[in-house]
């Protein structure tokens, strides 16, 4: 079955550390988006990536980084310079990329601080 | 940055009733979008709409494109337990503008 994976669901942080989200993609599509979710609150983009190698901010990219070296896959890094970075984080993906409204989604990663 | 208005923010219904939400904006958007986020789970996409005006529906979902363009608005018909969770509006600007969206309105089944 296609479809977005992330890993993992739970993921606990600790101060100063830098951790990293899977998402991996067997649906076949070029663009790939990173959002975050708050409790009451719309999603926000993160960063997004059309193309292999290629990458581009969202509204709120600070504090994150991301790597697009294959097609399937873009992983998110939540650095040390974000300071709150309690969320569920959601992975998705788009045939009709960089700015496709039809988005499949992954299960998320809830990210907590300790 | 943009903001959608999604009203109500929560709803508490009881089985086999009729659930109605709706998104506005200040904006004129020219893709209006329904999405179903389970809990724990990513959101699912239900309806896309791109004529003003348009009203599709997906099996008891219904939904409609503002003929402002400015608002949309969700029909839930006969209402199921498996209803619950939230459902968020999306809007897009144009082609070359990535989504926007709504706070979320979370249906929750009265015991």
């Known amino acids: 079955d296609g479809g977005i994976t992330q890993s993992p669901k739970y993921l606990f942080r600790k101060e100063g550390q830098n951790v990293t989200l899977s998402c991996e993609q067997n649906?076949?599509?070029?663009?790939m988006y990173w959002y975050r979710q708050d409790p009451g609150q719309g999603l926000r983009l993160i960063y997004y990536?059309?193309?292999?190698?290629?990458?581009q901010k969202g509204d709120i990219a600070e504090g994150y980084s991301v790597s697009r070296e294959k097609k399937e896959s873009f992983p998110l890094t939540v650095t040390s310079a974000q300071k709150n970075p309690t969320a569920f984080y959601l992975c998705?993906?788009?045939?009709?990329?960089?700015?496709?409204?039809?988005?499949?989604f992954g299960s998320g990663t809830q990210l907590s601080v300790l | 940055g943009q903001q959608l208005n999604q009203s109500p923010q929560s709803m508490f219904i009881q089985e086999g009733e009729d659930v109605s939400m709706n998104c506005t904006s200040s904006?004129?958007?020219?893709?209006w979008l329904w999405y179903k986020q389970d809990p724990g789970e990513g959101p699912v996409l239900l309806i896309a709409l791109y004529k003003a005006g348009e009203l599709t529906s997906n099996g008891r979902l219904t939904a409609q494109f503002g003929i402002t363009r400015k608002d949309s608005f969700l029909n839930i018909s006969a209402s199921i337990p498996s209803d619950v969770g939230i459902y968020f509006c999306?809007?897009?600007?144009?082609?070359?503008?990535?989504?926007?969206w709504g706070a979320g309105t979370k249906l929750i089944i009265k015991p």
């Open positions: 904006s004129i958007f020219n893709t």
């Open positions: 998705a993906s788009s045939i009709d990329g960089p700015t496709g409204e039809k988005l499949f």
């Open positions: 649906l076949n599509h070029d663009a």
């Open positions: 990536s059309q193309i292999v190698n290629d990458f």
């Open positions: 999306a809007g897009q600007l144009g082609s070359n503008y990535q989504l926007i």
